[in-house]
């Protein structure tokens, strides 16, 4: 018995030593990024190619995702409205679910999946493949050169989706409120401007700049502590799309506190 | 010149490199030999900065090179040039971008110039006119020799290879050791070549190092490599398992 909570005990101290020193490592990376930001952005070519990747390449899916988060949110709307609000607030419900959260959060969660999947998978094959070992023994600062433009791209491209995902999940909601719940455009149009404030769309792009960061990082701090060969590659994609999205929605959580309870308070 | 004393590297336990001691004079060309295994590649990276040791000195030109600040280490990189094991090109860039590469970060060359010292250095080991292609579509030889393009586009002072002949045909191992050697009479760069390729270290070393369970257990001209009876050496040279199996037997 004894052996055995000492076996536990031992276990639990590892795994927190092993946690601490993950978070003292990822907190390095993004110091080294900070420091090299300047040299970095130098070289702006490397963060429009980034922005074309993490942005462009990701908008088919953020259109798909957001038309039907929108189509989704008047369906219920109109659902829960029934015999207690009237329906032409549905508007108004759409706008301010997907501006301040539904916008930001579902974006970041498909970008997280998509680009941190492939910074991870593009970092980890060049690290087993000695790509990021040629760029040091080049005098080329790895972090600078990789790792900067993936975050800055990421950091200014996902409140551009999220800005994206909000218009097209208020036209998803517009549509199925004029087609299937049957109110007119004017009615849903009145609405949405009914109860708009800019607080609550600076909030989602807020949160959106966090998010972009966060996914940026984790993809390269994965990508770059890559072992092994594929099986080591498809371990680092993993990791980075899980702890993308995690810290995401710890994040949305964090800050909905901070905007809401202290910053937007009045 | 490059001087080694007392390098010592653990690495999952266990200890690659044991005390290396090793000097490569100014303008030769060192052969580093040993089994798969015993920590050649990881000598390289430490003479680079790829790696720390956990003991011991490097010196280049006499400057101590372990520990070195960020900045420091970089102005002795710049003086290196490296050839990895598979070539490590960057796949998202054509052949002229990853050639032009550390000219572009490292000096104030205009586009023409750099455009011009890209196709000399690929004319240099054989690839004129392959500026556009991608390192996915050459073959291994040819990164390879890409790769060796990248590294002396700078004009290095020191040359690194670590295994430049492996997973090559014997014709294009043959052209890697002629390009080395011809690199180093045209250059005249002080080289490391890492190797299990005995063909390859006879015909590119001026000097022969074996490396057996983290030191250097022997060196000499390969002349003197040829004659020798120490057991491990001929054991290498010749290809031969029989200690091997000794071990696997017992």
């Known amino acids: ?266 | 010149m490059i001087t080694i004393r007392g390098l010592r590297k653990k690495l999952s336990g266990r200890w690659v490199l044991d005390g290396v001691d090793l000097d490569i004079p100014a303008g030769r060309t060192v052969v580093v030999m040993g089994r798969s295994g015993t920590g050649k590649s990881v000598l390289l990276k430490n003479i680079i900065g790829l790696m720390s040791p956990d003991a011991g000195r490097i010196e280049v030109d006499g400057q101590p090179v372990v520990g070195l600040p960020e900045r420091e280490l970089n102005d002795v990189r710049k003086r290196f040039g490296m050839v990895f094991q598979g070539a490590a090109l960057f796949d998202s860039l054509t052949v002229g971008e990853n050639v032009a590469l550390p000219l572009r970060e490292h000096t104030t060359l205009s586009r023409e110039a750099i455009r011009s010292r890209v196709a000399e250095r690929l004319e240099w080991v054989g690839l004129a006119g392959v500026e556009g292609m991608k390192p996915a579509s050459l073959s291994g030889g040819m990164r390879k020799r890409v790769g060796l393009a990248r590294a002396i586009a700078m004009d290095p002072a020191y040359m690194l290879y670590d295994e430049p002949t492996t997973g090559l045909d014997p014709i294009m191992a043959d052209v890697i050791n002629r390009l080395i050697r011809s690199l180093q009479q045209r250059i005249g760069v002080t080289s490391i070549v890492v190797t299990h390729d005995m063909a390859s270290a006879f015909h590119v070393g001026d000097e022969l190092a074996m490396l057996h369970e983290g030191r250097i257990v022997f060196t000499g001209t390969p002349g003197e490599v040829r004659a020798t009876q120490e057991p491990l050496v001929r054991q290498f040279i010749e290809g031969t398992s029989e200690a091997v199996e000794g071990q696997l037997g017992e």
């Open chain 1, 1 to 266: 018995m004894t052996a055995l909570t000492l076996r536990g005990y031992e276990f639990l101290r590892r795994r927190a030593l092993d946690a601490i020193a993950e978070v003292g490592r990822v907190a390095l990376l993004m110091l080294e990024t900070f420091r090299t930001l300047g040299r970095g952005l130098r070289a702006f070519r490397l963060v429009v190619d980034q922005m074309h990747t993490i942005g462009v390449q990701s908008l088919m899916l953020v259109v798909i995702v957001s038309l039907f988060t929108g189509a989704v949110a008047a369906v219920q709307a109109a659902y829960q409205f029934s015999n207690v609000v009237p329906l032409k607030y549905i508007g108004s419900v759409i706008l301010r679910s997907v501006i301040i959260e539904l916008g930001p959060v579902l974006t970041a969660l498909i970008v997280g999946g998509r680009v941190g999947a492939s910074i991870a998978a593009e970092l980890g094959s060049m690290r087993v493949t000695e790509q990021i070992d040629a760029l040091e023994a080049m005098a080329i600062n790895p972090v600078r050169y990789l790792v900067v433009p993936r975050v800055v791209a990421a950091v200014i491209m996902l409140p551009v989706l999220t800005v994206m995902a909000n218009a097209i999940a208020i036209t998803g909601g517009w549509m199925v409120s004029i087609t299937s719940i049957g109110i007119s455009s004017h009615t849903y149009i009145t609405g949405l401007k009914q109860f708009f404030y800019m607080k609550d769309l600076w909030s989602g792009l807020i949160k959106s700049v966090f998010f972009g960061a966060i996914i940026g990082w984790m993809g390269c701090y994965h990508g770059f502590r890559t072992e092994g060969g594929a099986e080591g590659v498809g371990v680092a994609t993993t990791r980075a799309v899980v702890a993308s999205c995690v810290q995401v929605l710890i994040i949305d959580y964090v800050l909905a506190n901070v905007l809401f309870r202290f910053i937007f308070a009045s």
